[in-house]
């Protein structure tokens, strides 16, 4: 693609590609709006099903499910096509929000939550993959954009709504908010996505191994953040095993659920993937424990300091939108290169906020934080996507969402190490909170200084023929 020339945003919205950018983005609003709608309403299904303990399971399980699938979608979308792989994920998704909503106990939630986030694995993983496809090199940062804004909105909107709904409904409603999302997203599925069938007649295994270690090793990443230290020591490794296994079986395997070049540090792809998975691993631990450390240490309730933290989704839409017409290639490596740098300070930030109580501190951090997320993500995700060769693309595509919710999960694991290591959980001044939260943004930071140096390394690699593919000239 041409620096000269560039996308307006406009054109995302002319009748060629408006609905495609529509599906695009009720894809990311599914996931989006069930994780807040989730996060608000499962206290109140323990509330009446009982089962406290499994709380935290209903995350989990969607995590590894969500991982999971996505892990296997490009594989999916060879075999069935795009648009029935899609059908077929929302109705996974559909049947088990329908079961969630509907349980009479907490395990039967667990296997809802299971089921939602397989489906929707699938359905991030594909939209994913479609945007190559169905946009020219020039829009992809918009489009990038508004799903960026999409979960800013939803940051916002959909605590709002889960509580109103689980306030004067039900918690049910609150999961049922979701279905008429998911139905309008296959209605418009069904009209709109190409229904591409396999390029060749080959029947391909399934990937039932690779997929049993990815989702093992999320899994035993998930406890090693509840777990005592030296057990989380134990379990973060085994984890690193599975997951290491995972992706040596796939370089060798004839049906690859991933890029041949995934996290190996001499490809613009594998760099790329490393600095993906490091700036969500660096995020997660002021993710899970800002608003309690808020609510713990300076008393605000659940609305004031949810948003506070909601203040980095907005920041992130905001610098996604603002940096979306960039041209220049030397100035979208600087912001790749940029955004771990603005995380990793607007972390430290945060923590310097909260260890001198001052709230406009954290409010810049968070700033900083969510721009940095917003001004790196998209040019990062082109850059794999035109360095990836048209055979891999769909592949390359497709293990960036996956990538991002790996991250997330061993992020919070590693931050629910190193608070419980300092004495989070039995904290009950504020100079214990203090003391506590100091190691998780420290690790934060660090995180997002090794995913600078995978964004060093991944600009450095990118060929000028790299913005020459099929899908850049498009």
């Known amino acids: 693609m041409s620096d000269s020339v560039q996308g307006q945003w406009s054109e995302i919205f ?11 983005c009720l894809g990311v609003a599914l ?40 892990a296997g979608a490009a594989l999916l979308k060879h075999r069935l096509g795009a648009r029935t792989a899609l059908l077929v994920s929302a109705g996974v998704f559909l049947i088990g929000t329908l079961i969630a909503a509907s349980a009479s106990s907490m395990p039967i939630v667990l296997v809802g939550r299971s089921l939602q986030g397989l489906g929707e694995g699938v359905v991030a993983a ?90 093992v090793g999320i899994m035993l990443v998930a406890l090693a953040g509840i777990a005592e230290p030296l057990l989380a020591a134990a379990l973060l490794m085994g984890a690193a095993v599975l997951l290491v296994a995972a992706v040596w079986l796939d370089g060798r395997s004839a049906e690859r659920l991933m890029p041949p070049d995934a996290f190996r540090p001499v490809s613009v792809v594998g760099t790329g993937l490393w600095m993906t998975l490091l700036i969500n691993v660096a995020g997660a631990g002021s993710a899970v424990y800002l608003v309690l450390v808020l609510q713990q240490m300076w008393g605000y309730g659940p609305t004031m300091a949810g948003v506070i933290a909601a203040v980095m989704a907005v920041a992130w839409s905001a610098s996604a939108i603002a940096v979306a017409n960039v041209r220049q290639k030397e100035t979208r490596k600087l912001l790749i290169k940029a955004g771990p740098a603005m995380i990793g300070i607007g972390l430290l930030l945060v923590l310097l906020g909260l260890e001198m109580d001052l709230l406009a501190i954290v409010v810049v951090g968070q700033l ?34 996956t990538t991002q919710s790996a991250g997330n999960a061993i992020g919070a694991a590693l931050a629910g190490v190193a608070a419980n290591s300092a004495g989070l959980a039995t904290a ?42 099929s899908f850049a000239a498009g």
Do not use: H
């Not at 206290?43 to 399971?57: M, N």
């Not at 900083?368 to 035109?386: A, P, Q």
């Open 126 to 215: 594909i939209c994913f993959a479609l945007i190559p496809e169905l946009f020219p090199s020039r829009l992809v940062p918009k489009v990038f954009g508004m799903q960026a804004m999409i979960w800013a909105i939803a940051a916002f909107g959909g605590p709002a709504v889960a509580g109103l709904l689980t306030e004067m409904v039900s918690w049910r409603a609150a999961f049922l908010f979701s279905v008429p999302l998911v139905l309008i997203f296959g209605v418009m599925v069904a009209f709109v996505v190409p229904a591409k069938s396999p390029s060749d007649g080959t029947v391909m295994g399934f990937p039932g191994l690779r997929l049993l270690a990815i989702g």
């Open 428 to 469: 009950v001044s504020v100079g214990d909170f203090k003391v506590a939260v100091m190691p998780v943004f420290l690790l934060g930071a660090f995180m997002a200084a090794l995913a600078f140096v995978a964004a060093w390394r991944t600009v450095s690699l990118v060929k000028p023929q790299d913005a020459n593919s």
């Open 31 to 70: 996931l989006a709006f069930n994780s807040f709608l989730a996060t608000v309403s499962l206290p109140t299904a323990v509330g009446e099903l009982g089962g406290v303990a499994l709380i935290s399971w209903a995350l989990t399980l969607f995590l590894v499910f969500a991982i999971v699938g996505g």
């Open 14 to 24: 002319t009748p060629r590609y408006a609905t495609v950018t529509l599906i695009l």
């Open 368 to 401: 900083v934080i969510g721009s940095g997320f917003g001004t790196c993500n998209g040019y990062l995700n082109l850059t794999m996507m035109e360095a990836a060769s048209d055979a891999e693309r769909d592949r390359t595509s497709a293990l960036m969402p």
